[in-house]
Nanobody, 125 residues
Framework: QVQLEESGGGSVQAVGSLRLSCSAS????????MGWFRQAPGKELEGVAA???????SYADSSKGRFTISKDGVRNTLTLRMDSLKPEDTAVYYC???????????????????WGQGTQVTVSS
């Protein structure tokens, strides 16, 4: 059973930073592409960033230049470093994983098989 567990969410003021983590088994970590999505109240699930098994990264326009997706090989953890946070970044953030690299389809939630439970990020102005 694939298990993804997010952590690191919380409340922060605008222009602050947060670092989200997604822990996974070594199998998932090494054999799956992984990504981050978010869902704000009343809005659809939105792709934030993705990291495929070749090490290529993809970012949504809203996160490009402010967020960084990376892997921590020691802890088998996917991280999302979020800087210059804005109130509109407030959402529940989800970690996702799948066996196939997504390329341009990474933004499509249905293209991902495994999901974590989510962690709340709240940015106040």
């Amino acid at each position: 059973q694939v298990q993804l567990e997010e952590s690191g969410g919380g409340s922060v003021q605008a222009v602050g930073s947060l670092r989200l983590s997604c822990s996974a088994s070594q199998y998932i970590y090494t054999k799956h592409c992984m990504g981050w999505f978010r869902q704000a109240p009343g809005k659809e699930l939105e792709g934030v960033a993705a990291l495929d098994t070749d090490g290529d990264t993809s970012y949504a326009d809203s996160s490009k230049g402010r967020f960084t997706i990376s892997k921590d090989g020691v802890r088998n953890t996917l991280t999302l470093r979020m800087d210059s946070l804005k109130p509109e970044d407030t959402a529940v953030y989800y970690c996702a994983a799948d066996t196939q690299n997504k390329r341009r389809l990474w933004v499509v939630p249905d293209a991902w098989t495994h999901w974590g439970q989510g962690t709340q990020v709240t940015v106040s102005s």
